[in-house]
C-alpha cells in the first residue's frame, strides 16, 4: 500500500490549493478515504471523509463550505480542494485509507506541508 | 460536537506496564482506536475496534474499552515506544471522525 501526496506550497490568505494523493498497492476504488492534517507541534485533526463511490462525503465542520474532497477511481487518485484559505489551514495534510471496519484508518501517506501566509 | 480526551502526557520505566485513557460520551460503544505518531513521521494504527491489533503490531500492545473510556495498555514498555498516542472515533450523529489530542508516552 502506497498513498502520496502532492500539491502542498506556500499560499496567501484567501488563496486556493489542491491536493492530489496518488494510491498504489491497492485496489483503490474499493475502499473509503479520509483527509486528516496536523497543524505544526498540535495533534491530529480530521478533515474529510469520502466512499468509494463518492455517494457519502463529510466534512469537519471547520473547512465545511472551504474544502473539497473528491476521488477519481479510474486514476487511483484522491483530491482536496481548498478554497478560501486562513492562516489557521496551515498543517501537514496526510491522504489515509479507512480500514473499513469501524472508521479507523489503516494506512497513511507521508502527508504535504501546506503554509498559508502572507 | 463529540468529542474525546487524552492526558497529554503519561511517563513509565522501561520493562513497566503504561495505560493511556480516552475519555469520550459512550465511547465504548463507538469501537475506538489507537494511533501511534512518533517525531517526524506518520502514524500507525496499532489498535482498531477497541481491542484488535493489526498485523505487525507486537503483543505487547493492547486495547479495551467499557462505558465513557478507552485503554491503550503497553506492556513491558521498551524505549521504542516513546511517541504520541492518539484516540479516534466515529461519532455516526454528527459524521465526524474524531480524534483526541494525544498523549505523550515518555519511557525513562
Known amino acids: 500500500v502506497q498513498l502520496v501526496e502532492s500539491g502542498g506550497g506556500l499560499v496567501q490568505p484567501g488563496g486556493s490549493l489542491r491536493l492530489s494523493c496518488a494510491a498504489s498497492g491497492f485496489a483503490f476504488s474499493t475502499y473509503n478515504m479520509d483527509w486528516v492534517r496536523q497543524a505544526p507541534g498540535k495533534g491530529l485533526e480530521w478533515v474529510s471523509y469520502?466512499?468509494?463511490?463518492?455517494?457519502?462525503?463529510y466534512y469537519a465542520d471547520s473547512v465545511k463550505g472551504r474544502f473539497t474532497i473528491s476521488r477519481d477511481n479510474a486514476k487511483n487518485s484522491l483530491y482536496l480542494q481548498m478554497n478560501s484559505l486562513r492562516a489557521e489551514d496551515t498543517a501537514v495534510y496526510y491522504c489515509?485509507?479507512?480500514?473499513?471496519?469501524?472508521?479507523?484508518?489503516?494506512?497513511w501517506g507521508q502527508g504535504t506541508l501546506v503554509t498559508v501566509s502572507s | 460536537s463529540y468529542e474525546v480526551t487524552q492526558p497529554p502526557s503519561v511517563s513509565v520505566s522501561p520493562g513497566q506496564t503504561a495505560s493511556i485513557t480516552c475519555s469520550g460520551d459512550?465511547?465504548?460503544?463507538?469501537?475506538p482506536c489507537w494511533y501511534q505518531q512518533k517525531p517526524g513521521q506518520s502514524p500507525v494504527l496499532v489498535i482498531y475496534q477497541s481491542t484488535k491489533r493489526p498485523s505487525g503490531i507486537p503483543e505487547r500492545f493492547s486495547g479495551s474499552s467499557s462505558g465513557n473510556t478507552a485503554t491503550l495498555t503497553i506492556s513491558g514498555t521498551q524505549a521504542m515506544d516513546e511517541a504520541d498516542y492518539y484516540c479516534?472515533?466515529?461519532?455516526?450523529?454528527?459524521?465526524?471522525?474524531?480524534f483526541g489530542g494525544g498523549t505523550k508516552l515518555t519511557v525513562l
Open positions: 459512550k465511547l465504548g460503544d463507538k469501537l
Open positions: 489515509a485509507r479507512d480500514g473499513g471496519t469501524a472508521a479507523e484508518i489503516d494506512h
Open positions: 469520502i466512499n468509494k463511490i463518492s455517494s457519502n462525503i
Open positions: 479516534q472515533a466515529w461519532d455516526s450523529s454528527t459524521t465526524c471522525k474524531v
